[in-house]
T-cell receptor, first 112, second 113 residues
Framework: NAGVTQTPKFRILKIGQSMTLQCTQD?????MYWYRQDPGMGLKLIYY???????DKGEVPNGYNVSRSTTEDFPLRLELAAPSQTSVYFC???????????FGSGTRLTVV | AQSVTQPDIHITVSEGASLELRCNYS??????LFWYVQSPGQGLQLLLK??????LVQGIKGFEAEFKRSQSSFNLRKPSVHWSDAAEYFC???????????FGKGTRLSVIA
């Protein structure tokens, strides 16, 4: 099993550009999450989804959008990239509260 | 609201020495508690979890953690640290209602010979 797959691994964007971070899981998990990780700040929740067609905002949703059209995929969209969005982005999935999360390997994004 | 505090930003231990990483949480009901490890350039890997039962839980790689409700703590321990344990460790809290996990800011572990 591949688990949680994130693409791309690295990306440099110019201010104002847009992009989509892809996330796919093959474990049939209902729950999926996007976190961003900044040095010394831990992980902050951007958006999450409890199933196909259902998404909700996390702690830091501004500047991002998500969709969940299938159980497997949970893409994160940046519409107008800003330097403040320079970060490492992690996608994760879980079966439920007791299972813990399975994380992807991350996307390192730099906005210049 | 749930919160997690990891008081130590960086800890250095000698190889073979014991390790304890501290985690304190704030949550009104019974928390679901997790420890994750992140090696450089990698995603997070689940070490262990607690949500009920025996308050001392065993995890992978020889780690264990003890839930102490009276102290709102869930400290991670290992009797003898190996150089490969050098990584960043995150404590996280959730609940039975599938609320997304809240993570601490992490503790970076360095291991010296």
């Amino acid at each position: 099993n591949a688990g949680v797959t994130q693409t791309p691994k690295f990306r440099i964007l110019k201010i104002g550009q847009s992009m989509t971070l892809q996330c796919t899981q093959d474990m049939n998990h209902n729950y999926m999450y996007w976190y961003r990780q900044d040095p010394g700040m831990g992980l902050k929740l951007i958006y999450y989804s409890v199933g196909a067609g259902i998404t909700d905002k996390g702690e830091v949703p501004n500047g991002y959008n998500v969709s969940r059209s299938t159980t497997e995929d949970f893409p994160l969209r940046l519409e107008l990239a800003a330097p403040s969005q320079t970060s490492v982005y992690f996608c994760a999935s879980s079966l439920g509260a007791t299972g813990g999360y399975t994380f992807g390997s991350g996307t390192r994004l730099t906005v210049v | 609201a749930q919160s997690v505090t990891q008081p130590d930003i960086h800890i250095t231990v000698s190889e073979g020495a014991s390790l304890e990483l501290r985690c304190n949480y704030s949550y009104g009901a019974t928390p679901y508690l997790f420890w994750y490890v992140q090696s450089p350039g990698q995603g997070l890997q689940l070490l262990l979890k607690y949500f009920s039962g025996d308050t001392l839980v065993q995890g992978i790689k020889g780690f264990e953690a003890e839930f102490k409700r009276s102290q709102s703590s869930f400290n991670l321990r290992k009797p003898s640290v190996h150089w490969s344990d050098a990584a960043e460790y995150f404590c996280a809290v959730g609940d039975s209602g599938n609320t997304p996990l809240v993570f601490g800011k992490g503790t970076r572990l360095s291991v010296i010979a």
